[in-house]
């Protein structure tokens, strides 16, 4: 007898006093993620993040019904959940409650859409979600952190299940490899003050793309890694990218035709890389960006560098620094450029300054701390009667962790056997570099304090070839040369210090830095 009017009424009026009454004695409160999104073929992002977020939680592994999953790109099988199963997290000391829901359309017309790796249009018959629950006291406080935590850790996880890639360039175009090299931070054998320098300084520099935009600054660092051959530059770089899970762009300048091409492949590196130019000294000459001796300025204004096998290259050291730290630097965010020399001194100041080349690190010759870890790693050692000895020996003399590791790798059966090879090369190492000094570079003007020292050059004495007016008075297997050098043109004062390296003054600290260069190099 009732109206429909009324009755419609009395239904809404009490449907809603109903659910309000509900949720006032309801301590929770739900969400739902939604895989689809209206209107958009992409779908819902943060359904795949949460997605990949429950995938890797430990408790879905003690759930009685789980699904077993792998991708074809992926490298790790995933766990997910069953339709109506409910999962608990924590967070920020409050628990939450995941439930995976299913449902089949029955109205084709709800179907969503996405386009599959053909380009094919596929419908959805299933309408998925996620509802999420907690506590209405902490949604507040815990809901925006908490989705921010999910979206970073589903981030992750989706790198650390992608294969990292090792990339090389081919004119335009990248080629990739699988990246598989093993080196790690712990394999490596570094002094652990340095380790801890760089392990930190990559650790602040993954977690920092707040820090870098709220101070104005592209979210990119740059190393420099110099040192003689053999002393560990290219696997600390393959440390890093181990440590960081990022791909490697290693980048053969020698091969890019012009500043047009080295933009254009750098321009197609990806987010979370790192770029590598080995040998940086060797590739090109970037001694001085403002003339060339050797060649001539080019369409740019700039100036080619074309030394020995690189003539044909256009690519100019102006074109390399607008992307380590000019207004191209800005493409591709996430990125470590790492340079490698021999040959530190050799580059231009404007290469190395901070901004540019943010850590300069030194990698050189074995020390004792660095051998154990190496005999650790290859040999099981951590400590042996030979230890003191061999300490005593490497502080007199240089051998490569390269030629340790050999050594250690050819005589790894025998313990007793591979330390006294160690022991023997040290000591042939001691008895040559009887022949041998070394002379650091550096003049008042160049450099501030000693530590700045460019770099040191090896050489053969019985090559010096001292000018007329100057004499070689002094050398032995510690110290420096000493001569005095009298002529008008190229007047400089050698002198040893007491510091560990020898070092020189001079007037014309060019023109002896290359009369040095050319006797390192032959
Ligand atoms: N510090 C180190 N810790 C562990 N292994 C090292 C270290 N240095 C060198 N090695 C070993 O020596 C080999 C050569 O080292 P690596 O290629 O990294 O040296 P590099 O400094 O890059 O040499 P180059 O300047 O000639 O390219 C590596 O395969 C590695 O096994």
Redesign the pocket.
């Known amino acids: 007898f009732i109206p429909p009017q009324v009755r419609r009424f009395f239904d809404t009026q009490l449907e809603t006093c109903f659910e309000r009454l509900f949720r006032a004695f309801n301590r929770y409160t739900h969400m739902e993620v939604h895989e689809d999104v209206q209107g958009s073929f992409r779908g819902n992002q943060m359904y795949r993040d949460v997605e990949m977020y429950l995938s890797s939680l430990e408790r879905i592994n003690e759930s009685d019904f789980v699904r077993i999953q792998r991708c074809e790109e992926e490298t790790s099988v995933t766990f997910s959940l069953p339709p109506e199963e409910t999962i608990e997290d924590n967070f920020m000391g409050s628990r939450v409650w995941w439930t995976y829901h299913c449902q089949q359309n029955q109205d084709s017309s709800q179907h969503s859409f996405f386009w599959d790796h053909r380009g094919r249009r596929e419908y959805n018959k299933e309408s998925r979600s996620f509802s999420l629950k907690m506590l209405r006291a902490d949604k507040e406080r815990i809901i925006k952190p908490y989705l921010q935590h999910i979206i970073c850790a589903s981030k992750e996880l989706e790198r650390s299940n992608t294969q990292r890639k090792l990339c090389t360039n081919d004119k335009y175009e990248w080629d990739e490899v699988e990246l598989n090299h093993p ?1 790690t931070f712990d ?4 002094s652990p003050d340095l380790k801890e320098l760089i392990v930190r300084d990559l650790d602040e520099f993954k977690c920092g793309e707040t820090y870098y935009h709220s101070v104005g600054r592209a979210w990119k660092r740059g190393y420099l890694l110099y ?10 770089i393959a440390a890093i990218a181990n440590h960081l899970n990022y791909d490697i762009y290693d980048l053969e300048l020698t091969s890019v035709a012009d500043n047009t091409q080295l933009k254009s492949l750098l321009t197609r590196t990806r987010r979370k890389s790192i770029i590598v130019i ?2 940086i000294d060797c590739s090109l000459d970037l001694s001085n960006r403002s003339k060339n001796e050797e060649g001539s300025p080019n369409a740019d204004g700039n100036v080619n560098m074309g030394v020995g096998e690189h003539k044909n290259s256009r690519v100019t050291l102006s074109g390399l620094l607008n992307f380590t730290d000019g207004l191209w630097s800005c493409c591709g965010e996430e990125r470590i450029f790492i340079f ?1 020399t ?1 040959h530190k001194e050799r580059l231009d100041p404007a290469l190395l300054r901070s901004g540019r080349m943010d850590l300069h690190i030194l ?1 050189s010759y074995c020390t004792f701390p ?1 051998f154990k ?2 005999a650790a790693n290859y040999l099981g050692v951590h400590e042996h009667a030979l230890y003191p000895t061999v300490e005593k020996a490497m502080q007199h003399s240089k051998v ?3 030629e340790v ?1 050999e050594l250690l790798l050819t005589n790894k059966s025998c313990v007793q056997v591979a330390l006294e090879r160690v022991m023997a090369a040290l000591d042939e190492a001691s008895r040559s570099r009887k022949n041998y000094t070394q002379v650091g570079i550096f003049s008042a003007s160049d450099v501030d304090s000693y530590t700045d020292v460019v770099s040191a050059v090896k050489f053969n004495l019985s090559d010096i070839k001292v000018p007329a007016s100057s004499e070689l008075e002094h050398a032995d297997g510690k110290s420096a040369v000493v001569a005095n050098g009298h002529g008008n043109t190229n007047r400089f004062e050698v002198s040893n210090g007491d510091a560990p390296n020898t070092y020189c003054r001079m007037k014309k600290p060019k023109k002896l830095r290359r009369l040095l260069m050319k006797l390192g190099r032959s």
């Open positions: 080196s394999s490596i054998a570094l040192g003689p051959p053999g002393t560990g530059k290219s696997s600390l080995e040998d490698t021999n990698l660095a870890v190496l490569t962790p390269a590791v």
